[in-house]
T-cell receptor, first 115, second 112 residues
């Protein structure tokens, strides 16, 4: 299957700082990438859909000014958690579909801990 | 929007027994239904999927059935092994084929 790389795998930061997470499709081009958040023992909740060359589409209840998404190329999308607070601590996972496909491939996830 | 319900939330079976996880969805336009296995702290791994024009699909010990009329689909794992222990998520592709909505997950524990 297709490979999606995500970095960093874990990050600890102080409250008020910003954290950037990168998601790369390594062997295919992804016009669309998805960002999910997963709290302990819960399901994956879609935060936003990242579209190459255009603005991201955010799900209801997700603050677009707090979770900045940039999809500047067909292989890279970034999620920046701005002014992070302890309640933002979570497992963030990106995913991508290869062009024309249905299968969704996931990155390895980023465990964010905000102190 | 789409709503995917999944049952049970936890499932404990003896090694060698079968495990069945069931999901229902609300959007009749959904046409693709994958199942993912997620181990603690790791990424979800696609284990099997089914499209709406098929009623059943099997891959070795894993099978998925789909009833479009009733809008439910199920995952069947036969001859369970300890390494099958994980959280399993069902999902449905909706939103014009662009949004994957996940079920709430099932913690499967296979006991020796």
């Amino acid at each position: 299957g297709a490979v999606v790389s995500q970095h960093p795998s874990w990050v600890i930061c102080k409250s008020g700082t910003s954290v950037k997470i990168e998601c790369r499709s390594l062997d295919f081009q992804a016009t669309t990438m998805f960002w999910y958040r997963q709290f302990p023992k819960q399901s994956l909740m879609l935060m936003a859909t990242s579209n190459e060359g255009s603005k991201a589409t955010y799900e209801q209840g997700v603050e677009k000014d707090k979770f900045l998404i940039n999809h500047a190329s067909l292989t890279l999308s970034t999620l920046t958690v701005t002014s992070a607070h302890p309640e933002d601590s979570s497992f963030y996972i990106c995913s991508a579909r290869d062009q024309g496909g249905e299968k969704l491939f996931f990155g390895s996830g980023t465990q964010l801990s905000v102190l | 929007g789409e709503n995917v319900e999944q049952h049970p939330s936890t499932l404990s079976v003896q090694e060698g027994d079968s495990a069945v996880i069931k999901c229902t969805y609300s959007d009749s336009a959904s046409n693709y239904f994958p199942w993912y296995k997620q181990e603690l702290g790791k990424r979800p791994q696609l284990i099997i999927d089914i499209r709406s024009n098929v009623g059943e699909k099997k891959d070795q010990r894993i099978a998925v059935t789909l009833n479009k009329t009733a809008k439910h689909f199920s995952l069947h794992i036969t001859e369970t092994q300890p390494e099958d222990s994980a959280v399993y998520f069902c999902a449905a592709l909706t939103g014009g084929g662009n949004k994957l909505t996940f079920g709430t997950g099932t913690q499967l524990k296979v006991e020796l």
